[in-house]
């Protein structure tokens, strides 16, 4: 089966366009968790979906960030405008119930560079 | 509030030697304990959870990791280090009554192995 699928894989832009991570969840999947990966803060939860409703979004750092699932499989996080400090490794992740004992299954990231 | 500390952003083995991660955790109620490993440029991986079952946990690759209470502890072991364990190790906490299902990473520990 395949995993977590992310796209693009790298993301080089300048500061003030927009852009688009893309996600596709491992099928049968529920929810779904957006994190940012930073060498000064680490690895931060950004939102976490489950069955396509956005259950906390309270690490999205300002209204630049917007995440949308549209359907059950695939969800994009958007920024707009870009900012060189949104410079980071963008990581979603998918489990099955989204319960606290479920394990997250991560894909390969997004790097994104702004500059 | 859930969180941990992970001791040691950096620690080198040589290969062959004891591996020892170590992680604290801080929680109200007793929680739900993972550790995961990231290798360079890839997404993160479930190594073991801790779910309230057995404290000693068994995970992949010949890692093990032993939940106490007392010592507030989950620290993450493999008797003899492999060249293929560099990575980066995270440690991570969930509270099983939080419906949020907010998962609380560490910092991380850059594991190095030594020839």
């Known amino acids: 089966d395949a995993g977590v699928i992310q796209s693009p894989r790298h993301e080089v832009t300048e500061m003030g366009q927009e852009v688009t991570l893309r996600c596709k969840l491992i099928?049968?999947?529920?929810?779904l968790f957006w994190y940012r990966q930073t060498m000064m803060r680490g690895l931060e939860l950004l939102i976490y979906f489950n069955n396509n409703v956005p259950i906390d979004d309270s690490g999205m750092p300002e209204d630049r960030f917007s995440a949308k699932m549209p359907n059950a499989s695939f969800s994009t996080l958007k920024i707009q405008p870009s900012e060189p400090r949104d410079s980071a490794v963008y990581f979603c992740?998918?489990?099955?119930?989204?319960?606290?004992?479920?394990?997250?299954?991560f894909g390969p990231g997004t790097r994104l560079t702004v500059l | 509030a859930q969180s941990v500390t992970q001791l040691g952003s950096h620690v080198s083995v040589s290969e062959g030697a004891l591996v020892l991660l170590r992680c604290n955790y801080s929680s109200s109620v007793p929680p739900y304990l993972f550790w995961y490993v990231q290798y360079p440029n890839q997404g993160l991986q479930l190594l073991l959870k801790y779910t309230s079952a057995a404290t000693l946990v068994k995970g992949i690759n010949g890692f093990e990791a032993e939940f106490k209470k007392s010592e507030t502890s989950f620290h993450l072991t493999k008797p003899s280090a492999h060249m293929s364990d560099a990575a980066e190790y995270f440690c991570?906490?969930?509270?099983?009554?939080?419906?949020?299902?907010?998962?609380?990473f560490g910092t991380g520990t850059s594991l190095t192995v030594i020839p």
């Open positions: 992740a998918s489990s099955l119930y989204g319960g606290g004992t479920d394990t997250q299954y």
């Open positions: 099928s049968g999947h529920n929810s």
């Open positions: 991570a906490v969930s509270d099983p009554q939080n419906t949020g299902n907010q998962f609380y």
